[in-house]
C-alpha cells in the first residue's frame, strides 16, 4: 500500500496517543515529530527523546520550552540507550536516515536501529506501536530490508510495512510494528 507518511504517522499517532501518556521520539531531529508527540500527551504527559546530534538536542530543548506542563527528558546519545528507561510508551517514533539539513555523515544504521527497536519493544504498553519510517537519501533500501528481515524474525510482534509513496527516490517507507498481548 502506498502511503502519505506524514498523514500516516499523524493518524496513527493520534489513534494511539491520549493525553496523559509517555510517549517517545527515538530520533528527534528538527522536532517536528516531537511537536506533534507534545501536543498528543499535553500537560502531564510524557516525552523522552534521543538524537545523537547536539544540533538536535537544542533544537528539541527550545521546542520543549512552549509545553512547560509537560514532563521532558531529552537525551544526546544513541536511542540504543532506551534500555536505561524504566517505564512503557504508548508510541515509539523513528525516523531513520541523516538529520535535515545537517551533517549526512551521522545517519542512523541497520545494526544500531535493529538494537534500538529490539530493546524498545518490550517497552510498549499493551496495545502500543511503533513507527519507524525510512528516508532515502542514504542506503535507504538496504537498511529498510535489513530491518524487515530482523524484526520478521521477532516474537510478540505484528509488523506491518507501508511502501514509499511516489517514485521519488527520496519518499520514505514506514514500518509499523504493534506490539501483541502476550510479550
Not at 509517555?22 to 516531537?34: A, K, P, Q
Not at 516525552?47 to 538536542?57: P, S
Not at 507501508?162 to 521519488?168: L, S, V
Amino acid at each position: 500500500m502506498k502511503i502519505n507518511h506524514l498523514f500516516f504517522t499523524h493518524m496513527m499517532v493520534k489513534e494511539i496517543v491520549k493525553q496523559g501518556d509517555t510517549v517517545c521520539d527515538m530520533t528527534l531531529g528538527n522536532g517536528y515529530d516531537m511537536r506533534y508527540l507534545l501536543e498528543r500527551v499535553g500537560p502531564g504527559g510524557t516525552l523522552y527523546g534521543f538524537d545523537i546530534q547536539e544540533e538536535a538536542i537544542l533544537t528539541c530543548h527550545q521546542i520543549g520550552e512552549e509545553f512547560p506542563n509537560t514532563n521532558i527528558h531529552l537525551i544526546h546519545g544513541s536511542h540504543e540507550r532506551i534500555q536505561d528507561i524504566n517505564t512503557s510508551f504508548s508510541c515509539i517514533l523513528y525516523n531513520l536516515g541523516y538529520l535535515p539539513g545537517g551533517n549526512k555523515e551521522k545517519i542512523t544504521h541497520p545494526k544500531t536501529t535493529f538494537e534500538s527497536l529490539r530493546k524498545a519493544i518490550p517497552k510498549l504498553r499493551k496495545g502500543g506501536a511503533m513507527l519507524v519510517t525510512v528516508y532515502g537519501g542514504h542506503d535507504e533500501n538496504c537498511e529498510r530490508k535489513i530491518l524487515i528481515h530482523a524484526l520478521k524474525k521477532l516474537k510478540g510482534i505484528d509488523l506491518y510495512h507501508f511502501k514509499k509513496e511516489g517514485n521519488h527516490p527520496m519518499a520514505p517507507s514506514t514500518l509499523l510494528i504493534q506490539r501483541k498481548d502476550h510479550i
